[in-house]
């Protein structure tokens, strides 16, 4: 009578090759010391044509993933913002850039993030396309030490000093934890065992995370069921059996029944959701006056703004108007003959006016010239400030002659002209 394989695998995955943790034997290795992504996706798809299973959980190595401890302030935090913390977290510990590799974060509780751990994306997504070609349903991947941490729920809930060690084929994961907290979490190679005992391994371990020692010490073998589990002291507990089912249906305890409530309480409920319609109905009250008080307030805002809108563009539009009519009452009353002899007699010949300008609303007079030399400019602006008929003589602008100007001096001025303007009797409208 032939025997069918188990409805589902759970496969061990690590760099030294894969194997199957329900069946003794069932593994297939990599020769390459360290093994490349492709050797152990080989190694994965000559497992799955060995053992002809048609549903496997994947368990992978330390030596295939990242870990990082995550502290245990962010209780509230979502699984993306978790994930964000893991990532940033990782990058920093690692110095790799772990936007490449997916992360996955564990928590012991509910909202406690304990573990974050990182894989390439590539070898993910390979590991599906291999399963997918041999047929075989994935229906789970998950970093071995989050395992760990699964099975070890109920012990990680106190506050005692305790290490967690998982004896890899080619890696030995060690997690230290104390006070709700971890303390440690390294993978060191298997090579660090080779001139160490465990027990001293573990203790420098403990020195270094600042813990004088331990006392706990929970250790497994993560190969198949015949693996031996290296000596960590009389005080230690092998979970390795736990480790290779996923610890087992978890237990439920039926010794608390629950009492019905009292009648009380109903009550209570009763008159407590009263109160609470009862003061929402006044408070949709009150803001229904508030609305109506903040629309009467609104209408006369702008009434008022109207109001001073329109004063202002009656008043600009007088303004303008006089201003209009006293340019030209000015224009008509300039002697004009009278300033331009003027100007001519102060500038001589020796000063030449190119450009001249006025304002017939403010007298303001700009005249742009040129002169033989230098000192005749400052002969005329001289003549010009003296003069009972110009005042606020400023010179803005002079040019010494050169080669290029034919030797002349180029200057600008402006002054105001005031003989001989007469102003109307009110000048404000």
């Given at each position: 009578m032939s025997h069918s394989p188990p409805k589902c695998f759970t496969v061990l995955l690590s760099r030294q090759g894969a194997s199957v943790l329900e069946q003794p034997g069932a593994s297939v290795f990599v020769e390459d010391a360290v093994a490349s992504d492709d050797a152990v996706l080989?190694?994965?798809?000559?497992?799955?044509?060995?053992?002809?299973?048609?549903?496997?959980?994947?368990?992978?190595?330390?030596?295939?993933?990242?870990h990082v401890a995550i502290p245990g302030l962010v209780h509230w935090l979502k699984n993306s913002d978790l994930v964000a913390l893991g990532r940033s977290r990782l990058a920093a510990f690692y110095g790799t850039d772990q936007v490449q590799r997916k992360v996955i974060v564990s928590r012991e509780g509910y909202g406690a993030a304990c573990l974050a751990a990182?894989?390439?994306?590539?070898?993910?997504?390979?590991?599906?396309?291999?399963?997918?070609?041999?047929?075989?349903?994935?229906?789970?991947?998950?970093?071995?030490?989050?395992?760990?941490?699964?099975?070890?729920?109920?012990?990680?809930?106190?506050?005692?000093?305790?290490a967690i060690v998982i004896d890899e084929v080619d890696a030995l994961w060690v997690?230290?934890?104390?006070?709700?907290?971890?303390?440690?979490?390294?993978?060191?190679?298997?090579?660090?065992?080779?001139?160490?005992s465990p027990l001293d391994l573990l203790k420098r371990e403990c020195l270094s995370a600042g813990l004088s020692g331990v006392e706990y010490i929970y250790c497994a073998a993560s190969g198949s069921?015949?693996?031996?589990?290296?000596?960590?002291?009389?005080?230690?507990?092998?979970?390795?059996d736990r480790l290779r089912l996923g610890g087992g249906a978890r237990r439920l305890d039926l010794s608390f029944r629950e009492k019905r409530g009292s009648r009380m309480g109903w009550y209570l409920l009763?008159?407590?959701?009263?109160?609470?319609?009862?003061?929402?109905?006044?408070?949709?009250?009150?803001?229904?006056?508030?609305?109506?008080?903040?629309?009467?307030?609104?209408?006369?805002?702008?009434?008022?703004?109207?109001?001073?809108?329109?004063?202002?563009?009656?008043?600009?539009s007088m303004q303008s108007d006089y201003d209009r009519a006293l340019a030209a009452y000015r224009m008509q009353t300039t002697p004009w003959k009278e300033l331009f002899a003027t100007l001519n007699e102060y500038a001589g010949d020796t000063v030449g006016?190119?450009?001249?300008?006025?304002?017939?609303?403010t007298g303001g007079l700009a005249i742009d010239g040129e002169a033989k030399k230098?000192?005749?400019?400052?002969?005329?602006?001289?003549?010009?400030?003296?003069?009972?008929?110009?005042?606020?003589?400023?010179?803005?602008?002079?040019?010494?002659?050169?080669?290029?100007?034919?030797?002349?001096?180029?200057?600008?001025?402006?002054?105001?002209?005031?003989?001989?303007?007469?102003?109307?009797?009110?000048?404000?409208?």
């Open positions: 080989l190694a994965f798809d000559c497992l799955l044509k060995k053992t002809g299973a048609r549903q496997v959980r994947v368990l992978l190595s330390s030596s295939l993933v990242d990182s894989a390439g994306k590539e070898l993910l997504d390979c590991l599906e396309q291999t399963a997918d070609a041999r047929q075989v349903d994935i229906v789970g991947i998950q970093p071995l030490a989050a395992r760990a941490i699964e099975v070890l729920r109920k012990e990680l809930c106190g506050n005692s000093a305790l997690g230290l934890r104390a006070n709700g907290s971890w303390r440690s979490i390294r993978n060191l190679p298997a090579s660090a065992l080779r001139y160490s069921a015949d693996a031996p589990v290296l000596d960590w002291g009389q005080d230690s507990t092998d979970f390795s009763g008159a407590s959701i009263i109160a609470l319609m009862g003061s929402a109905y006044a408070w949709r009250n009150l803001q229904l006056q508030h609305g109506d008080a903040v629309m009467v307030m609104e209408r006369q805002r702008r009434v008022e703004q109207q109001f001073r809108e329109d004063a202002n563009n009656s008043a600009a006016i190119l450009d001249f300008s006025v304002d017939a609303l230098f000192d005749d400019v400052q002969d005329f602006v001289d003549r010009l400030t003296q003069a009972s008929q110009f005042h606020g003589v400023k010179v803005s602008s002079i040019t010494p002659g050169g080669e290029g100007a034919g030797g002349r001096a180029r200057f600008s001025l402006s002054a105001s002209w005031s003989s001989g303007v007469s102003q109307p009797e009110n000048e404000t409208p």
